[in-house]
């Protein structure tokens, strides 16, 4: 009997769904509208009829298959339950529970960003290790810990979020989350861009991010041609940044930082800055951490999410 698992790995504005063997091979992958409205009361009905057309389609038995997997955006406990989506319209239910019911599968269901920390070490640039901290920077910074092969979900889902740790006093600007200071506000793509804009708006020093528009993308390309203000914005970058995971080691003590979201495109030389900052704030015991690159771009959550249903 052919075993299979469905993947689910649901966005504000696209599901992406893919279907799996055990070991990991992806048969197939498509992806749905997110219909946010009535408070998301459509998303899991879509996402359950989406499973089942599928099944249909490829004739798929249902003995034959192992689960569900899905990771979705906001914190989800151990058991499933989420604790409010802003972002869908959600509030507090068990999206495994509900899911299941649609479906009639067995549904395992995980923080977006977790999950994908979860592919990644699975199938991407974290594989071969056990204990993980993925950071995924994009238009916020997102975080999923594994220790010993377990995602660390927390008691109400907020473990990993490593974009909100505090690493600024002096900060005036709220973040995202209400707070003031956090790690996600110097250096996630936009935070990079605003240090960016700061930074060019203090003196008339030259540049090549004054003749076009600032992103966290000119910003690096910037660094590695060698312009001088651009390598001032990525060491404040770094001092954050290898800050903050130098924070997190002390908790985690990983074996590797594995880096993605937008940002990570930049490549290594984001780790010249990082790491040297890592190093000089982290407890010696924690030193040797590796940092590597991402390498399941937008497919890590599906990757993840597949993982959840085979664990
Ligand atoms: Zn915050």
């Given at each position: 009997?052919?075993?299979?698992?469905?993947?689910?790995?649901?966005?504000?504005?696209?599901?992406?769904?893919?279907?799996?063997?055990?070991?990991?091979?992806?048969?197939?992958?498509?992806?749905?509208?997110?219909?946010?409205?009535?408070?998301?009361?459509?998303?899991?009905?879509?996402?359950?009829?989406?499973?089942?057309?599928?099944?249909?389609?490829k004739?798929?038995?249902?003995?034959?298959?192992?689960?569900?997997?899905?990771?979705?955006?906001?914190?989800?406990?151990?058991?499933?339950?989420?604790?409010?989506?802003?972002?869908?319209?959600?509030?507090?239910?068990?999206?495994?529970?509900?899911?299941?019911?649609?479906?009639?599968?067995?549904?395992?269901?995980?923080?977006?960003?977790?999950?994908?920390?979860l592919?990644?070490?699975?199938?991407?640039?974290g594989?071969?290790?056990?204990s993980?901290?993925?950071?995924?920077?994009?238009?916020?910074?997102?975080?999923?810990?594994?220790?010993?092969?377990?995602?660390?979900?927390?008691?109400?889902?907020a473990?990993?979020e490593?974009?909100?740790?505090?690493?600024?006093?002096?900060?005036?600007?709220?973040?995202?989350?209400?707070?003031?200071?956090?790690?996600?506000?110097?250096?996630?793509?936009?935070?990079?861009?605003?240090?960016?804009?700061?930074?060019?708006?203090?003196?008339?020093?030259?540049?090549?991010?004054?003749?076009?528009?600032?992103?966290?993308?000119?910003?690096?390309?910037?660094?590695?041609?060698?312009?001088?203000?651009?390598?001032?914005?990525?060491?404040?970058f770094?001092?954050?940044?290898?800050?903050?995971?130098?924070?997190?080691?002390?908790?985690?003590?990983?074996?590797?930082?594995?880096?993605?979201?937008?940002?990570?495109?930049?490549?290594?030389?984001?780790?010249?800055?990082?790491?040297?900052n890592?190093?000089?704030?982290?407890?010696?015991?924690?030193?040797?951490?590796?940092?590597?690159?991402?390498?399941?771009g937008?497919?890590?959550?599906?990757?993840?999410?597949?993982?959840?249903?085979?664990?």
């Amino acid at each position: 009997m052919a075993q299979y698992v469905f993947a689910v790995d649901l966005g504000g504005t696209t599901v992406k769904l893919g279907l799996f063997d055990p070991e990991g091979n992806v048969l197939d992958k498509w992806e749905i509208v997110t219909r946010k409205e009535n408070g998301g009361e459509l998303i899991l009905p879509d996402i359950a009829e989406s499973i089942k057309k599928k099944a249909e389609e490829k004739n798929i038995a249902k003995e034959e298959v192992l689960g569900v997997g899905i990771g979705v955006p906001g914190p989800v406990d151990s058991k499933g339950t989420i604790y409010k989506a802003a972002n869908l319209g959600w509030g507090v239910f068990n999206v495994s529970e509900k899911l299941g019911e649609l479906t009639g599968f067995s549904v395992k269901t995980g923080n977006d960003a977790n999950v994908a920390a979860l592919g990644e070490m699975w199938k991407g640039g974290g594989k071969g290790y056990s204990s993980i901290v993925a950071v995924t920077l994009g238009t916020g910074v997102g975080g999923g810990v594994i220790v010993e092969g377990k995602l660390i979900a927390g008691s109400t889902g907020a473990g990993g979020e490593i974009g909100h740790i505090h690493v600024e006093d002096n900060e005036t600007i709220p973040c995202g989350c209400g707070n003031k200071g956090c790690l996600e506000q110097y250096t996630s793509a936009t935070g990079i861009t605003r240090l960016a804009n700061e930074r060019l708006a203090k003196d008339d020093k030259p540049s090549v991010l004054r003749e076009g528009e600032v992103s966290a993308k000119t910003v690096f390309d910037a660094v590695k041609a060698g312009d001088e203000l651009a390598i001032e914005v990525a060491e404040v970058f770094g001092m954050y940044l290898g800050k903050g995971l130098a924070t997190v080691a002390c908790v985690v003590n990983p074996e590797a930082f594995v880096i993605g979201g937008g940002v990570s495109k930049a490549g290594e030389v984001l780790f010249d800055y990082i790491e040297k900052n890592y190093k000089a704030f982290v407890f010696h015991g924690a030193r040797d951490a590796k940092f590597c690159l991402a390498t399941l771009g937008n497919d890590a959550g599906i990757f993840g999410a597949a993982k959840l249903v085979l664990e």
